[in-house]
């Protein structure tokens, strides 16, 4: 356990549907990331924060995407309108700046 | 990635035999990080290297970093089944803005 938690840790889902994903990262970091990772690849940076505000975001992340971190500690990542493609583990991080950064356990998600 | 590249892809040793893991990036490195994943679950940080020519190890793992080469080994002497497990590497590539690439991980197996 690395102290990051991840909520829900699969999620099932009909295409069309909409779903948000919870982290949690250990309550001293001040930066949070998120990643995407499909079988066989390493993770793929989507976006990060440092305390509430949004410093990057990937290309990767199609207007469907967005995520909060409002007052600094949990964040949310929500998905409009899945589609399959979506289909993939999201994994959340948290640092303090410049340090390595400690992972959640991830949410699977299944876009049928 | 294409930015960073490990290699072998996948390595099967006998128990108690030493193994390398390569890690190279095709631009400047800002810190390397390796991690270990097993299937499905989320990446535990092994080591963090931030300056050419540093060596850390932790029980049984070395790493190693070249910066010259822009690269990055793991060495683990006498595996075990434990060892088992996906190897990524992580980098701060190109900016020192602190999201990282990931390369696509090394897939591990100790036959005991």
């Known amino acids: 356990d690395t102290g990051v938690s991840q909520n829900p840790r699969h999620k099932i889902t009909k295409r069309g549907q909409n779903v948000t994903f919870r982290c949690d990262p250990i309550?001293?970091?001040?930066?949070l990331y998120w990643y995407r990772q499909t079988l066989g690849q390493g993770p793929e940076f989507l976006t990060y924060f440092q305390n509430e505000a949004q410093l990057e975001k990937s290309r990767l992340l199609s207007d469907r995407f967005s995520a909060e971190r409002p007052k600094g500690s949990f964040s949310t990542l929500e998905i409009q309108r899945t589609e399959q493609g979506d289909s993939a583990m999201y994994l959340c991080?948290?640092?303090?700046?410049?340090?390595?950064?400690?992972f959640g356990p991830g949410t699977r998600l299944t876009v049928l | 990635s294409q930015e960073l590249e490990q290699s072998p892809q996948s390595l099967i040793v006998q128990e108690g035999k030493n193994l390398t893991i390569n890690c190279t990036s095709s631009k400047t490195l800002y810190g390397l990080y390796w991690y270990k994943q097993k299937y499905g679950e989320g990446l535990i940080f092994l080591m963090m290297?931030?300056?050419?020519?540093e060596e850390k190890s932790h029980e049984k793992i070395t790493a190693k970093l070249d910066e010259k080469k822009q690269q990055s080994s793991l060495h683990i002497t006498a595996s075990q089944p434990s060892h088992a497990g996906i190897y990524l590497c992580g980098a701060d590539i190109g900016t020192n803005a602190g999201k990282s690439t990931f390369g696509d991980g090394t897939t591990l197996t100790v036959k005991p």
């Open positions: 290297l931030q300056k050419g020519g």
């Open positions: 991080a948290s640092s303090q700046r410049y340090n390595e950064q400690f």
């Open positions: 309550s001293e970091h001040n930066r």
